[in-house]
């Protein structure tokens, strides 16, 4: 599915020294001056020691298209840094919408958390204009370089976003203000039941009808995916 096309850049990850010390007073007893000294050993891990930034140019083929983008092949070890690394959902989103690129032609595209923008940067392809976002600013730093690497990238723009949590009322206020001829396609790959079920509910909570899309079950990196259109339920349904 995916390779590194060249050699990885030096990685930057950075490690700070340690700043241990002991400082020892003259007049102190030897426990005195242990706690002291473990006071004193002070270990400074600036932001930079948890960011990863080994990103590789690595190509991507869904079906006749090919992408090269750069991103890490393993996640960082903060949890808010999930988007150095292209997650099995977008790799099943990428096929459906190669498999069905049809429903982008001439539209505009926004996408909420874009992440190394693999999605965003396929759908470009198609779409009249696409808004690429993301909340992180490392990687909203490594986005960007992902669409200058694009040869046609003049419909491609990087937008900033709010809040996971508002997902859902980010969708409803677009769907809303197009009037409902809008449809949010998620590509949902099951990582635990409690989600499955708060997708769902938080979507119907929204006044939003989801359907899966037929024969888009698949087994993504171990883990069952599913595509489902989201659009707004007719107000005569509510
Ligand atoms: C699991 S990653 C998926 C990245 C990419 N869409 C993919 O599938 O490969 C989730 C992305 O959403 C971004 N994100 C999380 N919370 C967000 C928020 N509140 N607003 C905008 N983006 C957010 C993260 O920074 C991350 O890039």
Known sequence: MCKTSTPSVPSQKERRPSRASARISKSGSKMQREEERD?????????????????????????????????LHSASTDYDLTGQIVWPGAVLLNNYL???AEILEE???????????????????????????????????????NIELQSS????????????PLLFETVESILRFRSGQCT????????????????????????????EVKD???????????????????????
């Open 216 to 238: 888009t079950r698949s087994i993504i990196s171990n883990l069952e995916g599913v595509i489902f259109e989201i659009t707004l339920k007719q107000t005569s349904e509510l």
């Open 107 to 145: 539209r505009s595209v926004i996408e909420l958390g874009s992440g190394v923008g693999i999605t965003g940067i396929l759908c470009s392809r198609f779409c009249h204009k696409v808004v690429l976002t993301d909340h992180n600013e490392e990687v909203l730093e490594i986005l960007k370089k």
């Open 39 to 71: 006071e004193d050993e002070i270990v400074c891990l600036g932001e930079s020691f948890f960011i990863d930034r080994d990103y590789q140019l690595t190509t991507f083929n869904f079906g006749p298209h090919v992408l090269n983008l750069l991103c």
């Open 98 to 100: 190669s498999q069905n």
């Open 153 to 164: 990238s003049r419909n491609l723009s990087c937008g900033d976003n709010a809040g996971i």
């Open 184 to 211: 949010f396609i998620l590509a949902y790959v099951s990582r635990a039941k409690v989600m499955d079920v708060m997708v769902i509910d938080e979507a119907v909570h929204h006044g939003m009808d989801v359907k």
